[in-house]
């Protein structure tokens, strides 16, 4: 039985393996899949978000990702191959890095994915300076697969700051004051599957019985505080209960069996716990956001007014287009990044970037690199001017 999608007057047939998508999104089981259906599935799954803005809530960029996934569906290609580097080339560029700045570039491999991956991490710190009582920075992208840009964008950091290292007194200051450490690809083998094989995909690749894959944004754990993976009360068993992440196994925002059950979790948290990490910008797409903790509660941080102020910086050098929030109002999340970190006393955003989660061409890829380069600039300015509160170094000198 043939799906098709149906876009205006358009009717495109379904790809045939995607047609376990297609049960699922055709409701009136019609065989065609219309606009306001798809609308419905993604919604449903937080693949559109959905903001509350106090004049109401507002769907961002609907159409946008409502054609993003019915290329998917059709499997429409898309020529972006040359201008997104894939894990391996991702891995030269790093390495090129190192053997062009020898001594202020230091490569490391913090762990394996299920498949056999390693994740590596990239640091950049002044020359021949081994104090380690420096303030620092990590940048993480790709938590989820088909996040394209953010890995690119990430890495575009320490690439640009790298370069103009000897020209810029300025971006030399904040080198020499902070230490940077990038993590460009925290799911290497979700983004090589996004890439070439399914580019909707979001989670990793670990194999269970008879699903795949744990949304890693939703399996950070600190025994500080259990109840920010899972809340009081939830029974793993059951998903009836479930809050800020599902406990099935086929969902997007599977959580995994237990916290930091996921070799790529587990390999950031040993890494900030045993290095001296004390701010974390963490990218994810879709959207225009500036996001701060918490993301299980409504109930404020005691850094509020600080992310606030931040945050509005950081959207002045980035068009002015970025909502700087709470990030429990985009949707209420447990396990993730920005909890953990707050938890563990590291001051933190998560910023959505872009219109969609494939980039469209090179200049709409190099606006989100460039956007994300200037809000680092402006937050390094405020960890090093102490605005940016440290609350501990993890790692005595
Ligand atoms: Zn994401």
């Known amino acids: 039985m043939d799906y098709f999608v149906k876009i205006g007057n358009n009717l495109s047939k379904v790809s045939s393996r995607n047609i376990e998508y297609a049960k699922e999104i055709d409701k009136d089981n019609n065989n065609i899949l219309d606009y306001n259906e798809i609308k419905d599935f993604l919604i449903k799954n937080d693949d559109l978000k959905i903001v509350n803005t106090g004049q109401g809530k507002k769907i961002i960029y609907e159409k946008r990702i409502i054609r993003e996934f019915?290329?998917?569906?059709?499997?429409?290609?898309?020529?972006?191959?040359?201008?997104?580097?894939?894990?391996?080339?991702?891995?030269?560029?790093?390495?090129?890095?190192?053997?062009?700045?020898?001594?202020?570039?230091?490569?490391?491999?913090?762990?394996?994915?299920?498949?056999?991956?390693?994740?590596?991490?990239?640091?950049?710190?002044?020359?021949?300076?081994?104090?380690?009582?420096?303030?620092?920075?990590?940048?993480?992208?790709?938590?989820?697969?088909?996040?394209?840009?953010?890995?690119?964008?990430?890495?575009?950091?320490?690439?640009?700051?790298?370069?103009?290292?000897?020209?810029?007194?300025?971006?030399?200051?904040?080198?020499?004051?902070?230490?940077?450490?990038?993590?460009?690809?925290?799911?290497?083998?979700?983004?090589?599957?996004?890439?070439?094989?399914?580019?909707?995909?979001?989670?990793?690749?670990?194999?269970?019985?008879?699903?795949?894959?744990?949304?890693?944004?939703?399996?950070?754990?600190?025994?500080?505080?259990?109840?920010?993976?899972?809340?009081?009360?939830?029974?793993?068993?059951?998903?009836?209960?479930?809050?800020?992440?599902?406990?099935?196994?086929?969902?997007?925002?599977?959580?995994?069996?237990?916290?930091?059950?996921?070799?790529?979790?587990?390999?950031?948290?040993?890494?900030?716990?045993?290095?001296?990490?004390?701010?974390v910008i963490d990218l994810h797409s879709y959207g225009n956001m500036i996001l701060f903790p918490w993301g299980i509660t409504d109930k404020p941080t005691i850094w509020e007014n600080i992310y606030k102020e931040v945050g509005n910086e950081m959207n002045q050098v980035a068009g002015k287009k970025y909502w700087v929030s709470q990030a429990i109002y985009l949707y209420p999340t447990t396990g993730s990044s920005e909890d953990y970190h707050q938890e563990e006393g590291r001051f933190n955003y998560t910023i959505e970037v872009g219109k969609g989660f494939f980039p469209s061409s090179q200049k709409e890829l190099n606006q989100i690199k460039e956007e994300v380069l200037n809000m680092t600039i402006v937050f390094m300015k405020n960890l090093m001017n102490g605005k940016i509160p440290v609350s501990k170094f993890l790692v005595s000198s």
């Open 70 to 279: 019915s290329d998917f569906l059709t499997e429409k290609s898309i020529e972006t191959q040359n201008f997104i580097r894939d894990y391996e080339r991702i891995i030269e560029s790093m390495k090129e890095l190192q053997t062009k700045y020898p001594d202020r570039v230091f490569l490391q491999t913090i762990g394996k994915t299920f498949e056999g991956r390693d994740i590596v991490v990239i640091k950049v710190s002044k020359k021949n300076d081994r104090r380690q009582d420096k303030k620092s920075l990590l940048i993480t992208g790709l938590h989820h697969a088909r996040e394209w840009a953010t890995g690119e964008a990430a890495l575009n950091v320490v690439e640009k700051l790298l370069a103009n290292y000897d020209t810029d007194e300025n971006i030399k200051n904040l080198l020499d004051n902070i230490d940077i450490y990038v993590i460009p690809v925290v799911n290497p083998d979700g983004y090589e599957y996004s890439l070439k094989q399914s580019r909707w995909w979001r989670k990793n690749r670990k194999v269970f019985n008879d699903s795949v894959g744990v949304d890693l944004n939703r399996n950070y754990y600190t025994e500080k505080n259990p109840e920010l993976y899972r809340t009081k009360g939830d029974r793993p068993d059951s998903i009836f209960d479930d809050y800020g992440a599902s406990d099935r196994p086929y969902s997007d925002t599977y959580r995994g069996p237990y916290g930091a059950s996921e070799e790529e979790i587990k390999a950031i948290q040993d890494f900030v716990n045993s290095n001296n990490i004390n701010t």
